[in-house]
T-cell receptor, first 114, second 108 residues
């Protein structure tokens, strides 16, 4: 099983809402990632978790709050977002953060902030 | 940080080989070259990676020049389903940074 699942597929939220994006993998991977992708742009790395600990935060605003409850799950909590945060949010996992390990991506959550 | 340069777009006839070039002249000795592709509105898909030697798998071949300053991804028999944005990535430390990629259009 090389699947990374993400829920929901689509999300529309207002600027005062609180919502969460979820990501799950059952490949035994110990590194998990959040990326943000704006239309017609490449994915941009947001956060990296390695062995359930946050190891990279690419200067992401605090209205995005990641959480890794266990080695299979990764959440992204959203609060007080802005319309410019509308994007495709991609989750990925890899066997480990270092070494020549490919990342497996989920299908993404398309977020619209109104 | 090592960077990559790719042509913004390429066309290829269905059934022909698609050769996608990538320049990475500042690559360090221990950095791998990875290729991913992204079909419209889907998550990126891993294709292949290599360090020094040429690599081949069921999807593609990767040719890396001897000086490692450039590489070419080869899709041997392109199909319409290979239409996508192809990203050449050099691993920076442990994490990936995507460049702009090449939009490959396979035409009938």
């Amino acid at each position: 099983d090389t699947e990374v699942t993400q829920t929901p597929k689509h999300l529309v939220m207002g600027m005062t809402n609180k919502k969460s994006l979820k990501c799950e993998q059952h490949m035994g991977h110990r590194a998990m990632y959040w990326y943000k992708q704006k239309a017609k742009k490449p994915p941009e790395l947001m956060f990296v978790y390695s062995y359930e600990k946050l190891s990279i935060n690419e200067s992401v605003p605090s209205r995005f709050s990641p959480e890794c409850p266990n080695s299979s799950l990764l959440n992204l909590h959203l609060h007080a977002l802005q319309p410019e945060d509308s994007a495709l949010y991609l989750c990925a996992s890899s066997q480990d953060r270092g070494g020549a390990h490919e990342q497996y991506f989920g299908p993404g959550t398309r977020l619209t902030v109104t | 940080d090592a960077k990559t340069t790719q042509p913004p777009s390429m066309d290829c006839a269905e059934g022909r080989a698609a050769n996608l070039p990538c320049n990475h002249s500042t690559i360090s000795g221990n950095e791998y070259v990875y290729w991913y592709r992204q079909i419209h509105s889907q998550g990126p898909q891993y294709i292949i990676h290599g360090l020094k030697n040429n690599e081949t798998n069921e999807m593609a071949s990767l040719i890396i020049t001897e000086d490692r300053k450039s590489s070419t991804l080869i899709l041997p028999h392109a199909t319409l389903r290979d239409t996508a944005v192809y990203y050449c990535i050099v691993r920076v430390a442990y994490d990936m940074r995507f460049g702009a990629g090449t939009r490959l259009t396979v035409k009938p």
